[in-house]
């Protein structure tokens, strides 16, 4: 928090209409996160109180009249309030208030100030309620002397002192909605599908993940990156596929990409191979899949800049044999970025229950289907087929995320999957003499 002065206010008052007066106030003052100053009085309201109020703040109309009126004790609020940061759970009801007793008295009275109450709106967006009651059991604060100005007043400094630490990202532990966080707790810490689901039921988002847990909190956490879910979402359920990849196909066959450009390789003059971008079309193949036209450009660019040649980057004219049948190896290599590393594989991963296990196997260079087991691997790789529960025909989609999704394996640490080719499974299996 930096050096400037807050003075923390809270207001009693007559009511909630317009013709409301004052009759409590109490101002904490802080600077460089110390309380400085505390100042609180009743004051006369110079007419009757509604009952309802007495009870409600425990102050009595004999309490009232013997306190000081408004007038009396307005240069010793002036005086505390100058110069600082009015802060107040709803500025709207105590600031105004105060300015309307000012000028009363022919005052003006200009204040920059600092609303709990909407500031809490706009970092903890989803809250049911944001009244100074369900902001500080959220916080776990306690009030003392509720409904008394110096009581509310020592809530709303402790509140604002907790969304400052909101605001500057200085907070110590991860926030979230009370009825997110009951929900949380039922989400388990294995690879799955998302589904996050608005008061009606809809699904307003879905999420494959490694670790349904880990991705749910990462996105339901009280951040301003947060927001719009945040205020949308009010029921979280998790589907475990047990392997990550099983459940990013779901995510992918629920919405579908667009595709309409890909990349493919093109044999021009003298034998030389290049890459060109082409408009998709069901039927043809190519190495890369795009939704628009710039991806594609993007990626073009970043593939031709690594078959440029030193030997010839330079230099007009045609090029040698040798610098083509280089070219031509390095189209090759970079070609299998956009290619299965075999063309029949199986990939084993975690299964949804213990003892079970996920396989996805690609057939021809692509993806035929998934599906469990608790079967040994060796029996797996010998009739992936039969263990399959769900079957594609050459989906594009799928394939991509698939490929993507092993070069992504390759570079993991931790791995709870891994990949064979059946013909490297078949040439052990010649070998062992099975």
């Not at 902001?135 to 009581?151: M, N, P, Q, T, V």
């Given at each position: 928090m930096n050096s400037r002065r807050y003075v923390i206010c809270d207001i009693e008052a007559t009511g909630l209409d317009e013709d409301k007066d004052l009759i409590e106030i109490a101002l904490i003052t802080l600077q460089d996160d110390k309380v400085i100053d505390v100042y609180e009085t009743l004051i006369n309201p110079l007419r009757s109180v509604p009952e309802f109020i007495q009870n409600l703040t425990s102050i009595s109309s004999r309490e009232l009249l013997a306190a000081p009126k408004f007038y009396e004790v307005a240069d010793a609020i002036r005086?505390?309030?100058?110069?600082?940061?009015?802060?107040?759970?709803?500025?709207?009801?105590?600031?105004?208030?105060?300015?309307?007793?000012?000028?009363?008295?022919?005052?003006d009275l200009k204040l920059k100030d600092f609303c709990t109450l909407k500031i809490a709106q706009d970092e903890i967006p989803g809250l049911k309620n944001y009244n100074l009651d369900a902001?500080?059991?959220?916080?776990?604060?306690?009030?003392?002397?509720?409904?008394?100005?110096?009581?509310?007043?020592r809530a709303t400094l402790e509140l604002f002192k907790e969304l400052q630490d909101l605001r500057f990202k200085v907070y110590p532990q991860s926030r979230f909605l009370p009825h997110h966080e009951k929900v949380l707790t039922r989400i388990p810490a294995r690879p799955g599908l998302i589904r996050f689901k608005n008061n009606q039921g809809k699904v307003i988002r879905l999420e494959a993940a490694f670790n349904c847990e880990e991705r749910a909190k990462a996105l339901l956490e009280i951040k301003r990156e947060n927001r719009e879910l945040l205020s949308q979402t009010e029921l979280i359920e998790a589907q475990v596929t047990g392997s990550a990849l099983i459940a990013e196909i779901k995510k992918m066959l629920?919405?579908?990409?667009?595709?309409?450009?890909?990349?493919?390789?093109?044999?021009?003059?003298?034998?030389?191979?290049?890459?060109?971008?082409?408009?998709?079309?069901?039927?043809?193949?190519?190495?890369?899949?795009?939704?628009?036209?710039?991806?594609?450009?993007?990626?073009?660019?970043?593939?031709?800049?690594?078959?440029?040649?030193?030997?010839?980057?330079?230099?007009?004219?045609?090029?040698?044999?040798?610098?083509?049948?280089?070219?031509?190896?390095?189209?090759?290599?970079?070609?299998?970025?956009?290619?299965?590393?075999a063309d029949n594989l199986v990939i084993i991963g975690e299964g949804r229950v213990m003892g079970e296990k996920s396989l996805i196997l690609v057939r021809n260079g692509h993806v035929l289907g998934y599906g469990y087991s608790s079967a040994d691997d060796k029996d797996i790789f010998l009739s992936p087929e039969s263990y399959l529960v769900q079957r594609f025909n050459k989906h594009i989609g799928v394939n991509l995320i698939t490929i993507n999704y092993l070069r992504v394996l390759k570079n993991l640490r931790n791995k709870t999957e891994y990949w064979r080719s059946l013909s490297e499974h078949a040439s052990m299996r010649q070998i062992h003499g099975e």
């Open positions: 005086m505390r309030l100058e110069g600082g940061v009015f802060v107040s759970h709803n500025t709207d009801f105590d600031l105004n208030l105060l300015k309307k007793k000012y000028h009363e008295m022919g005052q902001l500080c059991s959220f916080f776990g604060i306690k009030i003392k002397e509720r409904h008394r100005a110096i009581g509310d007043a629920i919405g579908p990409p667009r595709l309409d450009w890909m990349i493919t390789v093109q044999e021009i003059k003298r034998g030389e191979k290049t890459f060109r971008i082409m408009p998709y079309k069901k039927g043809l193949s190519g190495l890369w899949y795009f939704s628009n036209y710039r991806e594609a450009k993007r990626k073009l660019i970043h593939l031709n800049k690594q078959l440029l040649q030193d030997t010839y980057a330079y230099r007009e004219g045609e090029k040698s044999k040798e610098e083509i049948v280089r070219c031509n190896q390095k189209v090759e290599i970079l070609s299998k970025e956009g290619k299965f590393p």
